[in-house]
């Protein structure tokens, strides 16, 4: 925990610990375009997919790395998330590509040379189609395949990585399971058409098809459960020294009137058996993008009046404050806030939600909650997997027929709010 007397305070307004990691994030799918060797890919270009529109180009970070993360140093931000992907790391079963790792290390170099902390995901949703097609992740060999691939990252990057993030929302599934959006046992896989086209051309069955974003079952559970305790004993095999942890999708989860029993329930399965797992670990993710209330009917209800998010969902920048709160007190180890942000085409709602959202944050510090930084989701727009390129979460917009950045005024906000180490953060608009 860090000691209150250890936090600078300025005019009686506590600030931030001096070691407090101020960044972006972005995922190798939803950004470096070209990912063809991945299941997501191959889902999105089912002709029965569920996906809007194919990822394609995404942004071109893949190309465009350097200008993109001296843009992000730019900001003046200290820290930047992103994540490796495995289908190009190992786009063949147990053979590694080394081109593939060159890339990275130029990359974590790229943020080295600009005193950029590095926090790198070595699972962001997206799995080798190989992988898929041996059952993806309800198969028992999977755990053990996935911690192969993190020995040989950590032997190749391991220099260069500060904090290591094994799975990215290993519970999505089943939150979007609670709000029908994901079959909850393997046999409901048969009445969607993509599962069953993605079966047929693995000569496999539908109930076989598990990717890891949409695999809400109990093996699934299990499976990643496994997946996560062999990926952060084999990284602490090569590193014993850096923090790994798994990061979580944290909706605060709350009843409306009736829905005391249903949201109880939601809590345990969606966050709580999740955060329990964090107990071994070195500290857990925390991904927060606001709330979602169970009424005695069932879930998603926005209440009557209230703003939404470009994806129809209540803005809710106080989430964040109680999911860390619930975090600290069930996983009992620090907190870092990898993911937070807003999907809107108007940026002045997004500046007001990161206020909201960091003054949350900072009451956490005041209580002694230890909270190790704030990474804002996300760093550019991007592919927001199923929507498409639809909803915007960029800080830095990106024009898709140019590939140009632009960086918005929330960008500048927490850029300064970064070189401020949060005295820039105030309390009214
Ligand atoms: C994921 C991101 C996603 C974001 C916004 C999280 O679920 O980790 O990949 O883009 O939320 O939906």
Redesign the pocket.
Known sequence: MYATSSTNTTAGAPHFPDSFLWGVAT?SH?VEGGNANNDIWFLENLHDTFFHEPSLDAIDHYHRFAEDIDLIASLGLNTYRFSLEWSRIEPVEGHFSLAAIAHYRRMLESCKSHNLTTVVTLH??TSPLWLLRQGGWESSNTPALFARYCTFVMEQLGDLIDWACTL??PN?PWLLAEMGLVEKSPDQRKHNPAFVEAARQFDLLPTQIAPFQFTATREGFDIKVEAHRKARQAIKAVCPDTPVGWTL?NSDIQAAEGGEERARHMRAEVNERFLEVSRDDDFVGI?T?GRHLMGAEGPAIVPEGASTTATGEEIYPEGLEATIRQAAEIARVPVLVT?N?L?TDDDAQRVDYIRRALLGVRRCLNDGIDVRGWIC??AFD?F??IFGYGPR?GVISVDRSTFERSVNPSGYLIGQISRTNGGALTESA
Request: aromatic fraction near 26%; charged fraction near 15%; avoid cysteine.
């Open positions: 995922a939803q962001h949703f990215n929302e999505l999708a991904q993008y993911e942000g999907a989701w996300s991007n927001e997997w979460y």
